[in-house]
């Protein structure tokens, strides 16, 4: 009956959508399907939840980019390959805030993701240079870091120069920023 009146309709996506219905293996994942259509997210998440089904939860976050409830579900549910999920989700709460501009907020949730690109980049935004040679020295050998030198390098202003360290017993280099004296700023030293 539904696809005869998306035919109807001309409604291409309706069609698509009742053939995926039609596929599923029972009638609570198609309401929580349907509700979802019908952007009733909370009404479907909660009957994937009371299905057991807290994976289908928040993958149904996960397309909403809704993060901050894909934490608290995965925090709640525990369970295997939880750790890669939460990395993924802390990095995109962190995105959410560099997003915004509140760095801060940012470096916290670059740190839980282990995201240490991005949170290289907040370090920068911030001014925060000794953080940024924490970080540098915290990061195991062979770490590529090379996309962090290129975007400080490709984002510098005129008076900042940046230099490679290589860090004592490896072969990767390392970023390290220093100010030169057009800008009459000390020169941070390890």
């Given at each position: 009956m539904a696809d005869k009146a998306f035919v109807r309709c001309q409604d291409y996506q309706g069609i698509q959508f009742v053939k995926r219905l039609k596929r599923l293996d029972s009638e609570e994942k198609q309401l929580a399907e349907v509700a979802a259509y019908?952007?009733?997210?909370e009404e479907a998440?909660?009957?994937y939840l009371d299905m057991d089904r807290r994976d289908l939860a928040v993958d149904l976050r996960m397309k909403l980019g809704d993060w901050f409830r894909v934490v608290q579900l995965v925090?709640?549910?525990?369970?295997?390959?939880?750790?890669?999920l939460l990395e993924q989700a802390w990095s995109a709460i962190g995105d959410y805030y560099a997003d915004r501009q509140k760095w801060q907020h940012a470096v916290t949730y670059y740190q839980q993701g282990r995201n240490q690109e991005r949170l290289a980049e907040c370090y920068y935004m911030l001014e925060d240079y000794n953080g940024l040679e924490q970080m540098v020295h915290s990061l195991p050998d062979n770490y590529p870091l090379l996309s962090v030198n290129t975007w400080i390098t490709e984002h510098s202003n005129p008076c900042a120069k940046f230099q490679c360290l290589i860090k004592p017993g490896c072969n990767c280099l390392h970023t390290l920023i220093c100010h030169t004296a057009c800008c009459n700023a000390t020169v941070q030293s390890l």
């Open positions: 019908f952007k009733r997210f998440e909660r009957l925090k709640t549910g525990g369970g295997a390959g939880d750790d890669s």
